[in-house]
Every structure is written in C-alpha cells, then in structure tokens.
C-alpha cells in the first residue's frame, strides 16, 4: 500500500519547496545532524512543490524514519529538519523473522532482553535495527547490546532502549519491525485478549484477564482466549458449583419443617376440646 507523509511549514507563507529524507546509519556524505547519530538518505525526486510526498514502494513500506524541510528564495532559505517520524509495516510471508525473549513488547528495567533476525529459505546478510531516542543505530553495537552467536542480548534494559527493532539486509530491505517499551515503573499495562465461551465471543478484557464472579451450573462450558498478537489458545471445560441444587434443598427442609410445626399446632388446637368432653362426660357419670 501507499503511504503519504506531510510537511507543514507557517500556513500563512507560500513559496515553500520541500525537501524528503529517510534515516539511516550514519554515512559519511550523507547530511546529517550534530545532535544525532544518523544521516539523512534523500529519496528519489526529493524535492517538491507539493507539501506532501507518496511513498509507493513495490513491497512492505521501507521501515525508518522520514524526515523533512522546506526552503524558499534565492539564495534558499531552508527550515530547520523536521523531527523524524517513524513508519513501519511487516509482510505477511516474511523471510526473515525478528525474534525476541522475553517473547513480549513490554519489559521491565534492568532486565535481559535477547533479539535475533532467524533465516528462512536461502535468506542471508540480515542484521538487527533499532530507532529510539538517540536515532537509528546499525547492529549489536557496544553502547547498546553484545553478539552471542546470532543473538543480540542487552543485559540490563533501561527506557532509553525503547523503540522500534526491525531486520535489515545489505540492500536495504527492511522487514518485521516491532515496537519494544521498556516501562520504568513496577507494572506493565497487560496485553487485551477476547474471551470466548463455546465458541461464542463475550467479552473484551484490556488486561487478559475475565473473572466470572458467582460461577454456577450454567457456566459449566468450553472457554478460551485470543490474542491480536499471538494467537488463541486450546479450548478449556470449567466445571460450575452446583449451588442452586443446594439452595432448593434448603427451601424444601424449611418448609417441611414449617408444615410439620402446622400440623401438630391444628392437632393440639382440635385434640384439646375433645379431651375436655370426654373429662365432663366422665365426671358427669360419677
């Protein structure tokens, strides 16, 4: 699909020509900013009168940063560069894999992270990416990870590591691009999953989590979960608590109990009388 990035410069001035850059690993040659770690890759035809400026790549959309400025006049008066803004997409078929463990998006600080780009087919040359706060960074490279075999392992994330990892190839194509968060506090917003009973959606829950709060008979079904991400998961049978038999069984004991009490009190009120008689009549006799 196409992607279309804008570039705004004051509304009210005209005269504006555009320029359109990509990021990539710092090249000597290649513009590039004091402050950041990468070069700016002009795209083909990368001046324009338009503001804005069609990416219709013949695969996934390149993943990177994109970039750009404005400039007008004689001699050029250029704008500033435009913060980079991130795009990314994955193919459906990829050939290569981007691997993580922990298998989340979401770590913790201080922990262990391992990436690695895995191979299908005939696939070779792949390397791990990264865009985060300082830019775009190439590789396993020292200030950030370390190689073990095919693996890039950072042993102690902080926030500074969050950002988009992707795999590369020498030419440039670039695929399955995922956006890692490491989170500075103690909890992680869960991942939302469906929840299914035979079949049957019933809810949404955005921490993966559904509790059922009185369980009876009637939720005696087969359930499972379904991540966006990650799949569903095996149907499971729960059993419900058979709590309204027991709760019948009660109802029926009190009113036994009830029509038992009845019964003797309309047994002593009619008994009684016909005792007193029968004592007069005695009495009488005598």
Same mark, same amino acid.
């Given at each position: 699909?196409?992607?279309?990035?804008?570039?705004?410069?004051? *509304?009210?001035?005209?005269?504006?020509?555009?320029?359109?850059? &990509? +990021?990539?690993?710092? &090249?000597?040659?290649?513009?590039?900013?004091? $402050? *950041?770690?990468?070069?700016? @890759?002009?795209?083909?035809?990368?001046?324009?009168? /338009?503001?804005?400026?069609?990416?219709?790549?013949?695969?996934?959309?390149?993943?990177?940063?994109?970039?750009?400025?404005? !400039? &007008?006049?004689?001699?050029?008066?250029? +704008?500033?560069?435009? /913060?980079? #803004?991130?795009?990314?997409? !994955?193919?459906? @078929?990829?050939?290569?894999?981007?691997?993580?463990?922990?298998?989340?998006?979401?770590?913790?600080?201080?922990?262990?992270?391992?990436?690695?780009?895995?191979? =299908?087919?005939?696939?070779?040359?792949? &390397?791990? %990416?990264?865009?985060?706060?300082?830019?775009?960074?190439?590789?396993?490279?020292?200030?950030?990870?370390?190689?073990? !075999?095919? +693996?890039?392992?950072?042993?102690?994330?902080?926030?500074?590591?969050?950002?988009?990892?992707?795999? /590369?190839?020498?030419?440039?194509?670039?695929?399955?691009?995922?956006?890692?968060?490491?989170?500075?506090?103690?909890?992680?917003?869960?991942?939302?999953?469906?929840?299914? =009973?035979?079949?049957?959606?019933?809810?949404? /829950?955005?921490?993966?989590? %559904?509790?059922?709060?009185?369980?009876? *008979?009637?939720?005696?079904?087969?359930? =499972?979960? =379904?991540?966006? $991400?990650?799949?569903?998961?095996?149907?499971?049978?729960?059993?419900?608590?058979?709590? *309204?038999?027991?709760?019948? +069984?009660?109802?029926?004991?009190?009113?036994?109990?009830?029509?038992?009490?009845?019964? %003797?009190?309309?047994?002593?009120?009619?008994?009684?009388?016909?005792?007193? %008689?029968?004592? #007069?009549?005695?009495?009488?006799?005598?």
């Amino acid at each position: 699909d196409s992607v279309t990035l804008s570039c705004e410069v004051d *509304k009210t001035s005209t005269g504006w020509r555009f320029s359109w850059y &990509r +990021t990539v690993p710092y &090249r000597a040659g290649l513009p590039s900013l004091s $402050d *950041k770690s990468y070069s700016l @890759q002009p795209l083909s035809d990368n001046v324009t009168s /338009e503001d804005s400026y069609t990416l219709i790549p013949a695969g996934p959309t390149p993943t990177g940063g994109y970039v750009c400025r404005a !400039g &007008r006049g004689d001699p050029v008066y250029y +704008t500033l560069y435009s /913060e980079p #803004q991130f795009l990314w997409s !994955g193919d459906l @078929q990829p050939s290569v894999s981007l691997r993580i463990s922990p298998n989340t998006t979401q770590h913790f600080r201080s922990m262990s992270l391992s990436l690695s780009c895995e191979l =299908k087919g005939n696939s070779t040359g792949w &390397r791990l %990416m990264r865009y985060t706060e300082r830019g775009v960074e190439s590789g396993c490279v020292s200030n950030w990870g370390s190689i073990t !075999g095919s +693996t890039c392992i950072i042993r102690s994330t902080y926030t500074g590591d969050s950002g988009v990892y992707w795999c /590369e190839s020498g030419s440039g194509e670039n695929i399955n691009a995922v956006n890692i968060t490491v989170e500075a506090g103690d909890v992680i917003l869960e991942s939302p999953a469906d929840f299914y =009973k035979d079949g049957i959606l019933i809810k949404y /829950e955005t921490t993966g989590e %559904m509790t059922i709060p009185a369980v009876s *008979k009637s939720d005696e079904r087969f359930y =499972k979960c =379904k991540y966006p $991400d990650k799949g569903e998961s095996p149907e499971s049978w729960m059993t419900g608590r058979g709590e *309204k038999t027991i709760l019948i +069984t009660s109802y029926l004991f009190i009113i036994c109990v009830i029509v038992i009490l009845v019964l %003797m009190l309309t047994y002593v009120w009619i008994c009684t009388p016909i005792e007193n %008689m029968i004592s #007069q009549l005695n009495y009488q006799k005598i």
